[in-house]
């Protein structure tokens, strides 16, 4: 049972446009939604994340939208540019207990110069 | 400051042979976790720490996997008698589990393990 489902698995944009990544959540008992960048050789770094009570955060060219009653949450990157292209996870916790992060498949995006 | 380190960064071993992860959290970091990241399966979460006790073991996949914390800090992940489908990046990470900020979690580099 996958409880974080992301897509597209993959995206091609070119610089300056808007990379648009989705997921999807099955379990209502989670309230922290994080998003990860990950580079080739790298750990996932923290980029943004936003918890239920707001439906939008915005970090400089990096957002977040949330949809409490579709349990759905997505990243939009403006402007997207070449220093961009790595692997986007989503991922959900719960508090208490061991608030470990379900991630999802990921998504590879590539911005072409 | 410093991030979360882990070392190696890489290691071969053969099949059948035991190994033995490290990972140093960020200092004060009371929440250490380690995640494996494997090309079939993502990323998923294998044993969570909160000081030195392990209060959530769920995602050890065989008895083969153990870890432990020592001081409230480093942690050894071991694989006994490893197999090719141990083969994976192995991820730690720590957070503060604080105030406003409990929730962040903060990765190391990872260890890629390859058994052969």
């Known amino acids: 049972q996958q409880q974080v489902k992301q897509s597209p698995q993959s995206l091609i944009v070119q610089k300056g446009g808007i990379s648009i990544i989705n997921c999807a959540y099955e379990n209502t008992a989670f309230d922290y939604f994080p998003w990860y960048q990950q580079f080739p050789g790298k750990g996932p770094a923290l980029l943004i994340a936003?918890?239920?009570?707001?439906s939008e955060k915005k970090e400089g060219r990096f957002t977040i939208s949330f949809n409490k009653s579709a349990k759905q949450f997505s990243l939009h990157i403006m402007d997207s540019q070449p220093g961009d292209s790595a692997t986007y996870f989503c991922a959900a916790s719960m508090q208490g207990g061991s608030e470990k992060l379900v991630f999802g498949k990921g998504m590879k995006l590539t911005v072409n110069p | 400051g410093a991030g979360v380190s882990q070392s190696p960064s890489n290691k071969v071993t053969e099949k059948g042979k035991d190994v033995e992860l490290r990972c140093d959290p960020i200092s004060g970091h009371t929440a250490l976790y380690w995640y494996r990241q494997s090309l079939g399966q993502g990323l998923e979460f294998l044993i969570y720490f909160q000081g030195n006790s392990a209060p959530d073991k769920s995602g050890l996949p065989s008895d083969r996997f153990s870890a432990e914390r020592t001081g409230g800090s480093v942690s050894t992940l071991t694989i006994q008698r490893t197999q090719q489908e141990d083969s994976a990046v192995y991820l730690c990470a720590s957070s503060s589990r604080t105030g406003l900020l409990s929730y962040e979690q903060y990765f190391g580099p990872g260890t890629r393990l390859t058994v052969t």
């Open positions: 936003i918890r239920p009570d707001v």
